[in-house]
């Protein structure tokens, strides 16, 4: 195997690696009920480090990477045929910079520039009908069984004759059913499995080259406590598996099956009556391949009634 490959090689894992901090978001509350007709606008930053972990047979070792992230967002409530339902969208921009040794030569690569855009949409199907903020006072909390579709474009920016990119070139797809359940007062359990989809990228270095990948499953678990209405904490846990990928480079796979565990902790308070903030942190547990980072987040969310 010449050097051309193994070049290859390092730019797919730093690929796989830059969608798993964004696919494998340990997002507690997301099924909870809200009151409709409500805008939410939301600034963020995230900022990931860690090692990523390759097929042991390759000459690739010390692979490690620093990954900051400023995001934009904005999301919508709305009554979907009586159902509460929302649809949010997020932008980032991405600074990495990635390096390891390549056939026992140092190597390291930096990008900036804008990411790929995500859109999600969800309903709430049972324990949470759509009411106005006047009635969601009045109401109790109730168990919440909901749905949604999350799907990532690929606005990100994208050279096919380059190594590295921050676009990944393709559509992700993600459906996903969650549970939010109350245990006490104070305690809530949410409940989450879905899966990712990926179309290939067609344009893969140096640009007539088709990367594809397997569906990745997830599952995710939240316990939180409520200290009051608006304030809360939450333990994260998250479970994926699958996701093996290949590259019509002589036809090879790599033995890079995901099998992987990460927890973290959320925060979650308000600064007045229309604006919270969010810190979160997540880290790897056990990581059979791809990335095994630590991820530290915050985020200002502005609520418009």
């Known amino acids: 195997m010449n050097l051309r490959y193994y070049k290859l090689h390092f730019s797919s894992i730093f690929l ?51 990954v900051a992230s400023p995001v934009i967002g904005i999301a919508r409530t709305f009554s979907l045929f009586g159902l509460t339902s929302q649809a949010y969208i997020t932008l980032p921009y991405v600074w990495a910079e990635a390096s ?21 949409i969800s309903a709430l199907l049972f324990g949470a009908p ?19 579709l999350t799907i990532t474009a690929p606005t990100g920016q994208f050279f096919s004759d380059k190594l590295i990119n921050i676009g990944t070139n393709r559509w992700s ?20 499995a879905g899966a990712w989809f990926f179309t290939n990228n067609n344009s ?20 939180s406590y409520n200290f009051n209405p608006l304030t809360w904490a939450a333990f994260d846990f998250t479970y994926y598996f699958g996701g093996k990928s290949s590259v019509s480079v002589d ?44 991820t530290i987040s915050i985020a200002w969310q502005r609520a418009f009634y």
């Not at 549970?179 to 104070?186: A, V």
């Open 130 to 148: 759509a009411t106005t903020i006047e009635e969601f006072a009045k109401s109790s909390p109730k168990n919440v069984l909901g749905v949604s």
């Open 16 to 66: 796989v690696c830059t969608i798993s901090i964004s696919s494998q978001d340990l997002d507690p509350r997301a099924y909870a009920r809200v009151p409709v007709d409500a805008t939410v606008l939301i600034a963020g930053f995230n900022y990931s480090y860690g090692d990523i972990l390759t097929d042991p047979v390759l000459v690739i070792k010390e692979l490690d990477a620093n």
């Open 173 to 192: 797809f993600k459906p996903e059913i969650g549970l939010s359940y109350i245990l006490t007062e104070q305690w809530y359990i949410d409940l989450y």
């Open 251 to 294: 036809d090879f796979y790599y033995d890079d099956r995901q099998e992987n565990m990460r927890f973290g902790a959320t925060f979650n308070f308000p600064i007045s009556k229309i604006n919270a903030l969010k810190i979160s942190a997540s880290t790897g547990a056990i990581i059979r391949a791809g990335a095994d980072f630590t």
């Open 100 to 120: 390891g040794e390549v056939l026992g030569q140092d190597s390291s690569i930096t990008r900036s520039g804008f990411g790929d855009t995500r859109f999600r």
């Open 204 to 223: 893969f270095y140096p640009g007539n080259t088709v990367r594809t990948q397997d569906p990745l499953i997830a599952f995710q678990t939240h316990v």
